[in-house]
């Protein structure tokens, strides 16, 4: 099995538990971190000629329409400067920007991520993999992040979060994977070393995926358990997390009670706060992210909640535009994100950081859903792990997979075209196939001539089971490799109750195919949709317009 470990929030081992969102290295070549500029201090120039009545007459001035005015052509301009570059000195300023942000390889893995299908007004959602690096590899993050014998050491992915903004940007859902949990991990090659590391024969924990060549494997490692395609990463560190919440200012957390996150033995976040709402930022606000012992049931799974209400709380202070009126602070948040993150190629540019915000912007705050992986313990030598709960997870895998909002409302995707069946049922070739092992079940005996005797009795004459492709599916599909049998393929489906929604194009295939899934191991009708559109409640969701308080475990209260 995977390399088994523990760690304390005070203390470091593969097994870490203290990870916020995070960067691995990527700094200057001599491994140190450029610095990030904090706000310019303002001066007035020799010989400008504004003494103290002038300054006085302007900033009286200031306080009327024309003032107004001005404080708003001034942010104009600065996001101008920001974000285009135009003109001498916003371009060299938009460059420097631009030179702060690392960026590396998408994915490391072997197996190529499918193309997103657009819904029926050709519009695609986006998917962002968020991550947060333990990494000690400057003074700052050893400062930050302790455990000395670590310094230097492999960095671990200790935040995960997959971020989904839906075709139609109705929605966000966010889904969280436990850094303790147990799984395959894919093919990865270094880009920098040529470094490769081979498939994982055994489980390993999730968070060692970012020492296998970089957040790119990460990536990959997403891509191998959920099939969700993913369009970008983006990693912070520790220094990264404190700079950044300084640059956007405080942001209200709450607990149910007096925490602090300490033990007898050292370990802990050192996070002390009094019960109700505290405005944490800088360091404090770093320290809420890694609590582990005092929330809950002092496991990872209580410290994903308080980072989802954390995130929450960040979004509904960002989204007041108090913060971002103040030309000061909007050059410090620039600097402080450009400097925080490594992203993927695709996201190389200021530019294109800012346009993906306007995109994650058109999601109104309480269309967004805070979610965690449903899972289950692990036993013996792994009692402090997790594992997918497997029928579960695979729901919001699939949900994700097939952009269906994780809060239940009704989105604004457009009912799938039905194509006019080409030829009479009687001459439809459909090849049935088997797929409905699991992680933990082998294949229902007999669901292949079952479901063919199905479509026999439905007048599909011409169906045959296909016993030599029996690749476990999770959900029952319907595919067609071209677009003249789409119509023939949605028949088949029809016949059966199956949503066209699960009738697709695959170049996989060279004739209509009939997938057993999973979901249908039982000799019933296909299940109904509505049924499976539902979050499972063990998946945690939480709304973004939510204001919810941490459970502060009793044996950490003062």
Same mark, same amino acid.
């Given at each position: 099995?995977?390399?088994?470990?523990?760690?304390?929030?005070?203390?470091?081992?593969?097994?870490?538990?203290?990870?916020?969102?995070?960067?691995?290295?990527?700094?200057?070549?001599?491994?140190?971190?450029?610095?990030?500029?904090?706000?310019?201090?303002?001066?007035?120039?020799?010989?400008?000629?504004?003494?103290?009545?002038?300054?006085?007459?302007?900033?009286?001035?200031?306080?009327?329409?024309?003032?107004?005015?001005?404080?708003?052509?001034?942010?104009?301009?600065?996001?101008?400067?920001?974000?285009?570059?135009?003109?001498?000195?916003?371009?060299?300023?938009?460059?420097?920007?631009?030179?702060?942000?690392?960026?590396?390889?998408?994915?490391?893995?072997?197996?190529?991520?499918?193309?997103?299908?657009?819904?029926?007004?050709?519009?695609?959602?986006?998917?962002?993999?968020?991550?947060?690096?333990?990494?000690?590899?400057?003074?700052?993050?050893?400062?930050?992040?302790?455990?000395?014998?670590?310094?230097?050491?492999?960095?671990?992915?200790?935040?995960?979060?997959?971020?989904?903004?839906?075709?139609?940007?109705?929605?966000?859902?966010?889904?969280?994977?436990?850094?303790?949990?147990?799984?395959?991990?894919?093919?990865?090659?270094?880009?920098?070393?040529?470094?490769?590391?081979?498939?994982?024969?055994?489980?390993?924990?999730?968070?060692?995926?970012?020492?296998?060549?970089?957040?790119?494997?990460?990536?990959?490692?997403?891509?191998?358990?959920?099939?969700?395609?993913?369009?970008?990463?983006?990693?912070?560190?520790?220094?990264?997390?404190?700079?950044?919440?300084?640059?956007?200012?405080?942001?209200?957390?709450?607990?149910?009670?007096?925490?602090?996150?300490?033990?007898?033995?050292?370990?802990?976040?050192?996070?002390?706060?009094?019960?109700?709402?505290?405005?944490?930022?800088?360091?404090?606000?770093?320290?809420?992210?890694?609590?582990?012992?005092?929330?809950?049931?002092?496991?990872?799974?209580?410290?994903?909640?308080?980072?989802?209400?954390?995130?929450?709380?960040?979004?509904?202070?960002?989204?007041?535009?108090?913060?971002?009126?103040?030309?000061?602070?909007?050059?410090?948040?620039?600097?402080?994100?450009?400097?925080?993150?490594?992203?993927?190629?695709?996201?190389?540019?200021?530019?294109?950081?800012?346009?993906?915000?306007?995109?994650?912007?058109?999601?109104?705050?309480?269309?967004?859903?805070?979610?965690?992986?449903?899972?289950?313990?692990?036993?013996?030598?792994?009692?402090?792990?997790?594992?997918?709960?497997?029928?579960?997870?695979?729901?919001?895998?699939?949900?994700?997979?097939?952009?269906?909002?994780?809060?239940?409302?009704?989105?604004?995707?457009?009912?799938?075209?039905?194509?006019?069946?080409?030829?009479?049922?009687?001459?439809?070739?459909?090849?049935?196939?088997?797929?409905?092992?699991?992680?933990?079940?082998?294949?229902?005996?007999?669901?292949?001539?079952?479901?063919?005797?199905?479509?026999?009795?439905?007048?599909?004459?011409?169906?045959?089971?296909? +016993?030599?492709?029996?690749?476990?599916?999770?959900?029952?599909?319907?595919?067609?490799?071209?677009?003249?049998?789409?119509?023939?393929?949605?028949?088949?489906?029809?016949?059966?109750?199956?949503?066209? +929604?699960?009738?697709?194009? +695959?170049?996989?295939?060279?004739?209509?195919?009939?997938?057993?899934?999973?979901?249908?191991?039982?000799?019933?009708?296909?299940?109904?949709?509505?049924?499976?559109?539902?979050?499972?409640?063990?998946?945690?969701?939480?709304?973004?317009?939510?204001?919810?308080?941490?459970?502060?475990?009793?044996?950490?209260?003062?």
């Amino acid at each position: 099995m995977g390399r088994s470990s523990t760690r304390g929030e005070g203390t470091r081992s593969r097994g870490r538990h203290d990870g916020p969102p995070g960067r691995s290295g990527g700094g200057a070549s001599d491994g140190t971190r450029p610095k990030s500029h904090g706000r310019r201090e303002r001066s007035t120039p020799a010989g400008s000629g504004q003494g103290p009545a002038r300054a006085d007459r302007r900033r009286a001035a200031g306080k009327g329409k024309g003032g107004k005015r001005r404080v708003l052509r001034w942010v104009a301009s600065v996001l101008a400067l920001l974000i285009l570059g135009t003109g001498g000195a916003g371009y060299l300023y938009y460059k420097h920007l631009n030179g702060n942000i690392r960026k590396e390889d998408l994915t490391l893995g072997d197996k190529a991520m499918a193309d997103h299908k657009a819904n029926a007004a050709g519009q695609t959602p986006l998917n962002i993999l968020l991550i947060g690096s333990d990494a000690r590899d400057s003074k700052a993050n050893q400062e930050l992040g302790g455990a000395k014998e670590t310094f230097g050491g492999t960095p671990l992915a200790d935040v995960q979060m997959l971020l989904h903004l839906s075709a139609d940007r109705s929605n966000i859902s966010v889904l969280s994977m436990p850094r303790d949990t147990m799984l395959k991990m894919p093919r990865c090659t270094d880009p920098k070393s040529d470094k490769v590391y081979p498939a994982s024969t055994v489980d390993v924990q999730t968070n060692e995926s970012l020492g296998r060549g970089g957040p790119g494997c990460t990536v990959a490692t997403w891509y191998e358990l959920t099939g969700i395609t993913i369009d970008h990463f983006m990693m912070i560190d520790f220094e990264g997390v404190v700079s950044m919440a300084d640059a956007v200012g405080g942001v209200p957390v709450c607990v149910d009670a007096n925490v602090y996150s300490h033990t007898s033995t050292g370990k802990g976040s050192g996070l002390k706060l009094k019960e109700g709402t505290t405005s944490v930022q800088g360091k404090q606000a770093l320290q809420w992210l890694r609590t582990r012992y005092g929330f809950e049931d002092n496991t990872d799974l209580g410290r994903t909640k308080a980072q989802h209400q954390y995130l929450n709380s960040m979004v509904r202070e960002l989204r007041k535009g108090t913060k971002l009126t103040d030309p000061g602070k909007l050059m410090d948040l620039a600097e402080a994100a450009t400097g925080a993150l490594t992203v993927d190629k695709g996201l190389d540019t200021v530019k294109k950081l800012y346009d993906l915000a306007e995109e994650l912007k058109k999601a109104p705050t309480d269309r967004i859903t805070m979610t965690t992986m449903p899972n289950v313990y692990g036993t013996g030598q792994f009692s402090g792990r997790v594992y997918p709960k497997a029928e579960e997870a695979e729901q919001v895998f699939r949900m994700i997979r097939e952009d269906i909002p994780l809060d239940g409302k009704a989105s604004k995707r457009k009912t799938p075209v039905v194509k006019d069946q080409a030829a009479p049922t009687a001459e439809i070739a459909v090849s049935v196939r088997n797929a409905t092992s699991t992680d933990t079940l082998g294949p229902a005996q007999g669901r292949a001539t079952t479901v063919k005797d199905l479509l026999t009795d439905a007048g599909f004459a011409k169906a045959t089971i296909d +016993s030599q492709n029996v690749e476990a599916a999770a959900r029952t599909g319907v595919l067609y490799p071209s677009a003249d049998l789409e119509g023939d393929a949605q028949a088949v489906a029809k016949a059966l109750g199956i949503p066209v +929604s699960q009738v697709k194009k +695959s170049t996989d295939v060279s004739g209509i195919v009939l997938s057993v899934g999973a979901d249908w191991r039982k000799d019933e009708a296909y299940p109904a949709k509505a049924a499976e559109e539902k979050t499972p409640e063990s998946a945690n969701p939480l709304n973004g317009a939510e204001k919810a308080c941490m459970h502060v475990n009793p044996s950490f209260t003062w």
